[in-house]
């Protein structure tokens, strides 16, 4: 068995314990079972509970990131941050289960200084990106003078922690047409969108 092949089934064990499960139910022995490894495969990648679930929470961070970044940057700055702020949203089963894992993590990490200090650099990373957009976009004329780039940053990661909150657990408020409504309005707030109603 290829160790690349090895790791992403713990992977898989690990976010399918926490999404379906919580954070409580992860175990070392649990998380063997659902892979179909032994208990020592496991370990080479996580010593301990603690690290298992420190590896789970930036692998969920760092595959949205990554298919955010996968996104062409082509064409006008607005269309492109509406297209990354969909790769955080909960819209089907992938992100959604890495959604629960997040959620679950948020939960933690106002009790956890560590995890605190991670998820705190992820957001400030993600207010920084959108705020660096809108100045792009400025620069090109693509956005509205007047649009604070900072306050886009802060405002974009709220919209989307309420939205995923919102989108998984009341299941009969907010449907997904919705939260994408909601967030193609939120980008028009700084960007020149061709065709989209302000």
Do not use: C, W
Request: aromatic fraction near 4%.
């Amino acid at each position: 068995m290829a160790e690349n092949s090895v790791r992403e089934r713990v992977l898989d064990s690990l976010l399918d314990i926490i999404a379906g499960q919580g954070l409580e139910r992860v175990t070392i022995r649990e998380v063997a079972a659902g892979a179909g490894v032994s208990i020592g495969s496991v370990q080479y990648y996580a010593r301990s509970k603690e690290e298992m679930l420190r590896l789970a929470f930036e692998h969920v961070i760092d595959s949205a990131l990554a298919r955010a970044d996968a996104i062409p940057r082509e064409g006008p700055v607005g269309e492109v941050v509406r297209a990354v702020l969909r790769e955080f949203l909960p819209l089907d089963g992938t992100r959604i289960r890495e959604t629960r894992v997040y959620l679950a993590f948020a939960a933690r990490a106002l009790v956890d200084p560590a995890l605190a200090e991670r998820q705190q650099a992820i957001m400030a990373r993600l207010r920084a990106l959108g705020a660096d957009a809108v100045r792009v976009a400025q620069e090109r004329g693509q956005a509205l003078p007047e649009a604070d780039p900072e306050l886009f940053g802060i405002a974009t990661v709220a919209l989307l922690d309420g939205l995923s909150l919102q989108l998984l657990t009341e299941p009969g408020g907010i449907d997904a047409a919705t939260a994408l409504r909601l967030a193609d309005l939120h980008v028009t707030q700084a960007f020149r969108m061709d065709g989209v109603v302000r």
